[in-house]
């Protein structure tokens, strides 16, 4: 048994959030469809639509920034497209109420999962694509990223906690820090890692943890940097990744 949103109540609400009206309504379906419900589901659409919507924010950026250099646009275009941002959206739209899922991932809170929620606002996005063309897909984007765009932060304020500590070492001539994987747990659908940060010159270790590999260095490198000797931590404290 599974999840399934009422035809009509699934249109409306398309049509209400993403301004768009399918000509091809099994689209949309497709893309509110977890893997776990079966059939045609969304993983495909997720993949064209994470780069259609790479594609669309970069042109955004490009636009709305035209002293910045590609250094700068990647990191504004990397917090735009992030899952953590992708998820908010979602969730403000109301998409978690709109999936199909299979009565595991209901029982567990699919619908509330940032990852779940992230896969398929790309999907959606895909969809759009292949309904109506790339500008049709372009005014989605803008729709709901734009006023997200007008927020960014200021570059400098966008650097990732392991960037931070990189520079900060490499400004001073020294070594730079050592990530070890130290456990993953958990079935493979949700694992969670454990790793470890040392800066040996200093004589610092510290431990993180994440969903994946990467955002368990991040919150690693972010303990190390609050550890760091007052005269070295770095000015910015932004670009603060949660584990």
């Known amino acids: 048994m599974i999840s399934r949103p009422k035809e009509d109540d699934l249109r409306a609400w398309v049509e209400r959030s993403l301004g768009h009206a399918f000509r091809d309504p099994e689209l949309a379906r497709a893309a509110l469809t977890h893997r776990s419900a079966g059939g045609h589901h969304?993983?495909?659409l997720e993949f064209l639509g994470d780069s259609v919507l790479n594609c669309c924010v970069a042109?955004?950026?490009y636009d709305a920034h035209p002293r910045s250099d590609e250094g700068v646009l990647s990191r504004l275009r990397a917090t735009l497209v992030?899952?953590?941002?992708l998820a908010q959206v979602a969730a403000e739209i109301g998409l978690g109420e709109r999936l199909r899922l299979g009565q595991g991932?209901?029982?567990?809170?699919?619908m509330r999962r940032a990852s779940i929620l992230a896969d398929a606002l790309e999907a959606l996005i895909g969809a759009v694509y292949?309904?109506?063309?790339?500008?049709?897909?372009a005014d989605l984007v803008n729709?709901?990223?734009a006023?997200?765009?007008?927020?960014?932060?200021a570059a400098s304020e966008l650097k990732d906690p392991k960037t931070q500590l990189q520079e900060t070492l490499q400004a001073r001539g020294m070594p730079l820090p050592v990530y070890t994987l130290t456990a993953v747990?958990?079935?493979a659908h949700q694992q969670s890692f454990a790793v470890t940060c040392e800066v040996p010159t200093l004589d610092l270790l510290t431990a993180g943890e994440g969903s994946s590999r990467r955002r368990a260095e991040q919150h690693a490198a972010r303990q190390l940097l609050e550890r760091l000797p007052g005269g070295m931590r770095p000015d910015a404290t932004a670009g603060r990744a949660k584990p």
């Open 42 to 44: 969304n993983e495909r």
């Open 59 to 61: 042109r955004l950026l």
């Open 82 to 85: 992030s899952g953590e941002t």
């Open 105 to 110: 991932e209901l029982r567990s809170g699919g």
């Open 130 to 137: 292949l309904d109506a063309g790339f500008e049709a897909a």
């Open 143 to 145: 729709r709901l990223l």
């Open 147 to 153: 006023g997200r765009i007008e927020q960014l932060p």
């Open 185 to 187: 747990l958990g079935d």
